[in-house]
């Protein structure tokens, strides 16, 4: 699988590790844990992300840094690779400099329709995980190189990628995978669940408790339809980032096919959040949005106001019925 992917890094020097803007757990997991390989094989790696990593991920840069580009430090780059992301746009200001320096590129991914134009592309739709692939790679060239901070990083992707192995792409290899990387690690699973998940404040909940008010069910009670606006954040000293797993509540509903969570962020528009435990494709849904993703899991932007993004997405939804 990374037998061309490690061909192209020969003769190359200082490595750019891009993760996709808001950096999820997938995103800073492979990253590090790819810029720990390079290091360890002779490269200079640098990683970048124009957003800040998420709070409950910052322990992971203790087993790398990760930086905001600009663009003097990305130019000294001889090759760029993109992880969990297959489209440019995704990296931010990288799809300008691109333009201008032309950096050799490649992609390790596990999302659906990749981008023409990459040099290398490892892109398996099918993977959990762009950390699932980011460990192969490891174990078809060394698997002895994962050490217990790569592990960990490893571990945390998956995890936080398949909602703890319960999403239906977890395959018996992935379990293999994290029972291998617990054992290198030398970690217990609650370790790394205290660090993403044991954090939440109780102005989080108090936000859960309003939006939890605004579940309703469309479609024969088969799509879920829950929101939160700006006005609710501002009452309870929340912001965005803290609906994190709300979309949860109204998926797990009896008989519910698919939930979408809308975050009404007053001039930015409205946020959405897509999400299918059924043969409904919420990444087709979400394209016809201007979204995308996976089809278990996509989002989306809608300009507004809250009541059309509510009734233009389940128009669009109905036909997947
Ligand atoms: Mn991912």
């Known amino acids: 699988m990374f037998k061309e992917f490690i061909n192209k890094l020969k003769n190359k020097k200082r490595i750019g590790v891009f993760s996709h803007l808001r950096p999820d757990g997938d995103c800073v997991g492979s990253q590090i844990a790819l810029c720990r390989w390079l290091e360890k094989n002779g490269y200079e790696a640098k990683a970048f992300n124009e957003d800040d990593v998420p709070l409950n991920l910052m322990w992971l840069l ?14 000294s780059c001889d090759l760029i690779i993109l992880v969990d992301g297959n489209a440019v746009h995704r990296f931010g200001e990288l799809e300008e400099w691109q333009k201008k320096y032309s950096w050799p590129m490649m992609i390790v991914d596990h999302h659906p329709d990749p981008e023409n134009g990459f040099d290398v592309m490892v892109s398996v739709p099918e993977a959990s995980s762009t950390c699932e692939l980011i460990y192969k790679l490891f174990s ?15 571990y945390t992707g998956i995890i936080t990628d398949t909602g703890s192995l319960q999403f239906d792409s977890v395959t018996p290899e992935t379990v293999e995978i994290t029972a291998d990387l617990l054992r290198r690690g030398n970690f217990k699973p609650n370790e790394i669940i205290e660090e993403l998940y044991s954090n939440k404040k109780l102005a989080q909940y108090k ?11 469309y479609q024969d009670n088969h799509i879920a339809v829950m929101y939160v606006t700006q006005q609710m954040m501002d009452d309870t ?14 998926l797990s509903l009896q008989g519910v096919k698919a939930a979408i ?3 009404d962020l007053n001039e930015d528009g409205i946020k959405m959040s897509l999400r299918s435990r059924s043969e409904i494709d919420v990444n087709i849904w979400a394209r ?14 809608h300009p507004g106001p809250l009541e059309k993004a509510i009734a233009d997405t389940i128009e669009i939804g109905k036909k997947q019925l």
């Open 288 to 301: 016809q949005l201007g979204g995308g993703g996976h089809k278990k899991a996509a989002g989306a932007w």
């Open 140 to 154: 078809e060239h060394d698997a002895e190189q994962i050490d217990e901070n790569t592990a960990k990083a490893l």
């Open 62 to 75: 203790d087993y790398f840094p990760i930086q905001k580009p600009t663009e003097e430090m990305v130019a």
């Open 261 to 263: 969570i809308f975050k």
């Open 237 to 250: 000293g929340t912001s965005n980032v803290d609906t994190d797993g709300f979309v949860n509540y109204p």
């Open 207 to 217: 936000l859960l408790s309003k939006a939890l008010t605004t579940i309703e069910l």
